[in-house]
């Protein structure tokens, strides 16, 4: 799409300089097996620029928002939704507001998540209450801590989580009843990683990164 060329090309230099790469409409970062993006999508007559971060040790289909919102989304962004048929100076202004957003708001908070544990203290210091940041629904944020803890191998508090889970899950209602089954057999499995030698868990977790750089990045 013409408009989403001339703003990759527009923000390139910019993304480039902090070793972003481009992929499928997406700027991506690769840092202690988290993935930080930043995409673009038209989905009516707007375009829109997300960031969300992609634990890659989660497993997933397919590049997901889940832990991320729209940058219009925040706190007196400046990268308002941009008109589709915008012109060549209004893409202009609007990729220099889009880099002020991620330099003032965007990239300061994922400073502050540049490691799976700085994630889940993040996680456990404000519980369910991400703010803008995550928009998710608790059952979520769950998720993420089960699979954190799991890959840092904190055993003890991911068995905590493991005993709530399954409640979190059949409360959520916003689920599909196979997306919740699929949550419930990750968990299980999950469980029985618990009680196989460490060995076991980190193969699940390598396994499960090469899967979702394969799927997703490359």
């Not at 673009?40 to 919102?69: E, H, Q, W």
């Not at 060549?88 to 908070?109: A, G, M, Q, S």
């Not at 629904?137 to 191998?153: A, D, G, K, N, T």
């Amino acid at each position: 799409m013409e408009v989403i060329r001339k703003i990759v090309n527009q923000i390139s230099p910019y993304m480039r300089s902090y070793g972003y790469k481009f992929s499928q409409k997406c700027f991506y970062r690769i840092q202690n097996d988290i993935a930080y993006c930043v995409q673009f999508d038209v989905p009516s007559g707007f375009v829109y620029a997300s960031f969300f971060i992609m634990p890659l040790y989660m497993p997933c289909k397919n590049r997901y928002y889940t832990y991320g919102n729209r940058i219009s989304s925040l706190y007196n962004s400046r990268s308002l939704p941009l008109p589709r048929a915008a012109n060549d100076e209004e893409i202009e202004k609007w990729c220099t507001f889009l880099c002020y957003d991620l330099e003032d708001k965007v990239f300061p908070f994922w400073r502050k998540i540049s490691t799976p544990k700085q994630l889940v203290n993040v996680v456990e210091q404000k519980g369910y209450s991400t703010g803008p940041f995550f928009l998710c629904i608790p059952v979520q944020i769950s998720r993420l801590e089960m699979f954190s803890y799991l890959y840092m191998e904190e055993f003890a508090k991911l068995s905590l989580v493991i005993q709530r889970y399954p409640q979190d899950v059949q409360i959520s209602n916003s689920l599909t009843q196979t997306i919740r089954n699929s949550y419930l057999h990750e968990s299980e499995t999950v469980a029985q990683l618990m009680h196989e030698d460490v060995s076991e868990c980190r193969s699940f977790c390598t396994e499960t990164i090469e899967d979702t750089l394969r799927k997703c990045f490359k």
